[in-house]
């Protein structure tokens, strides 16, 4: 059973304010359902990219892996490790929200990484193909780390905000908006009781009146 508003008289000033305050958090209860609704549509799409991105890593990352064992059978371990340490690159990454459903999301940007083998800086006259492969493979999953980061955190801050809302919800629907009616219920209840104990008062004084009148 739902708790009456405290500190309420019973009045038809009061009345009238509950009246206005129901239909506001009906309203805003319907909008905050709407709300999560569409929220919970876009985490689902994010959750299957989030998905998407996962095994696209895992497949670059298993190709480079391979291709670097293969590298390093032909070259040898401490071969393949010097020419990663002249090899060097820097990646730039530029970091930016975007906005879904009023949520700021990250969005993270790094640009086309992926260098030809003349870039890289090795000469691939005593170098393999299997070694060019493999960095072409690391260089493609590092994007693909990166998109995979920018979708979790996406669907982090989307589960989070999901949350938040369906907790307004159903505060809403299971204690504000019942306490309101309750409340709007002993009101009209009281007011009630008030009129006819006022009309049971009129008719004595009425019948008092009248009988001194007799006298």
């Not at 003349?118 to 170098?127: C, I, K």
């Amino acid at each position: 059973m739902a708790v009456v508003v405290e500190g309420v008289h019973p009045t038809r000033m009061e009345l009238l304010k509950l009246s206005r305050r129901t239909k506001l958090a009906e309203k805003g209860h319907e909008l905050l359902r709407e709300k999560r609704d569409a929220l919970i549509t876009e985490f689902l799409d994010v959750v299957e990219d989030v998905r998407g991105a996962r095994k696209n890593v895992e497949a670059k990352l298993e190709s480079a892996f391979r291709e670097l064992t293969i590298a390093q059978a032909i070259l040898g371990v401490n071969e393949v490790r010097q020419i990663s340490w002249i090899t060097p690159q820097e990646i730039f990454v530029d970091l930016d929200t975007r906005n879904i459903m009023g949520v700021k999301v990250p969005l993270i940007e790094t640009g086309d990484i992926t260098r030809s083998i003349m870039q890289r800086g090795y000469g691939f006259v005593d170098t393999s193909s299997a070694l060019d492969r493999a960095a072409k493979n690391f260089e493609e999953a590092l994007v693909s780390i990166v998109k995979l980061a920018e979708t979790e955190e996406t669907a982090k801050k989307l589960a989070a905000e999901i949350e938040k809302t369906k907790r307004k919800v159903n505060a809403l629907e299971y204690i504000i908006v019942p306490r309101l009616v309750a409340t709007t219920k002993y009101i009209t209840m009281r007011l009630e009781e008030m009129e006819r104990e006022s009309f049971c008062r009129l008719k004595k004084i009425k019948a008092v009146l009248q009988r001194r009148e007799i006298e």
